[in-house]
């Protein structure tokens, strides 16, 4: 961890997300809407419809960076973002921080009736490779991340607890299709050796998503896959709003490319992280942020996945 090796309570953890982080966006939009009786700032609760026929900004008050605390550069993290605000630190992933960390994680998830636990990754965060992301918070030479083993470690104690485990491959930094590997044809619990339920990429650079399908869409790795590349805010995808993945897809509108990237990932055997919460459609990374489908939208997808 940045700030040192104590790590909080998943209890606590979630005590300071439910507030912060998963509070739908919108209302806290309207209320300080209201509060600063700010009639431009209502715009943004226009219906998508009206959207098409205006620039209506719809990002997220804060990056997905502001909201971990993790906007680091060379002299650490940014001043105008409080640590103490922070919702996560960054860790380096080894086998090490599995053994420490998962037995708390799964026993809580379990106590909720999930059946797995999804680890979220920032990929190559520390230019071990190369990315577009921050530089690396964890000093020179600092050891490249021991992904695979992470997960490889998690297993027997996620299955103690009979739960699944997947992991954002950003960009596909960490993957390893020997995780896929599987020696008997019984569910994901009872078999020896395979350390993810499914392949969980999130492509956030132009042209990663052809070595996606490459890779994990390949014949030799086919076991199914999920594809998180985010359709953006508006037609515009504007790079200052977090939305690189989208460079080469101006003038399409967002709903329209997810179900172009949708369409894909169906030809590929996968799936594509678009709908959630029933019928609204992700734009970028935060769920609370994500749009109502219109009666078209849901025709549309219907059509799509055969359920027309």
Same mark, same amino acid.
């Given at each position: ?44 609760? /226009? ?8 620039? $209506? ?41 599995? $053994? ?10 379990? /106590? ?5 636990? *999804? ?63 599987? *020696?008997?044809? *019984? ?23 052809? *070595? ?97």
């Amino acid at each position: 961890l940045i700030a040192g090796q104590w790590s909080m309570p998943p209890e606590d953890v979630v005590e300071k997300l439910a507030s912060q982080y998963f509070e739908v966006t919108d209302m806290r939009r309207l209320q300080q809407a209201l509060d600063s009786n700010n009639r431009s700032s209502l715009r943004r609760f /226009s219906a998508r419809s009206l959207s098409e026929e205006v620039d $209506i900004d719809t990002t997220q008050e804060q990056t997905y960076e502001e909201l971990c605390g993790c906007d680091v550069g060379t002299d650490g993290v940014q001043p105008e973002h409080d640590p103490e605000s922070r919702l996560m630190d960054i860790v380096n992933l080894n086998a090490a921080w599995a $053994i420490k960390v998962v037995p708390r994680w799964a026993k809580f998830v379990k /106590s909720l009736g999930f059946h797995g636990i *999804h680890w979220d990754t920032l990929g190559d965060f520390g230019h071990w490779h190369q990315d577009t992301f921050p530089a690396n918070p964890f000093g020179d030479g600092s050891p490249t991340p021991d992904v695979a083993g992470f997960l490889r470690a998690a297993v027997p104690i996620l299955r103690e607890y009979e739960l699944e485990q997947t992991l954002n491959f950003v960009d596909g930094f960490g993957w390893d299709p020997t995780l896929l590997n599987e *020696h008997t044809d *019984h569910s994901w619990i009872g078999s020896a050796g395979r350390a993810i339920a499914f392949p969980y990429w999130e492509v956030w650079t132009v042209g990663r998503e052809k *070595h996606f399908f490459e890779t994990v869409g390949a014949d030799q790795y086919h076991k199914g896959f999920v594809l998180a590349m985010y359709p953006g805010y508006s037609k515009y995808h504007c790079c200052a709003k977090n939305e690189r993945q989208n460079a080469a897809e101006y003038g399409e509108w967002p709903f329209d490319l997810g179900v172009k990237r949708w369409q894909m990932c169906l030809d590929h055997g996968g799936s594509y992280h678009f709908v959630v919460d029933g019928l609204r459609y992700l734009q970028g990374p935060f769920v609370a942020d994500a749009v109502r489908c219109s009666n078209a939208d849901v025709k549309r997808l219907r059509e799509l996945t055969g359920n027309a």
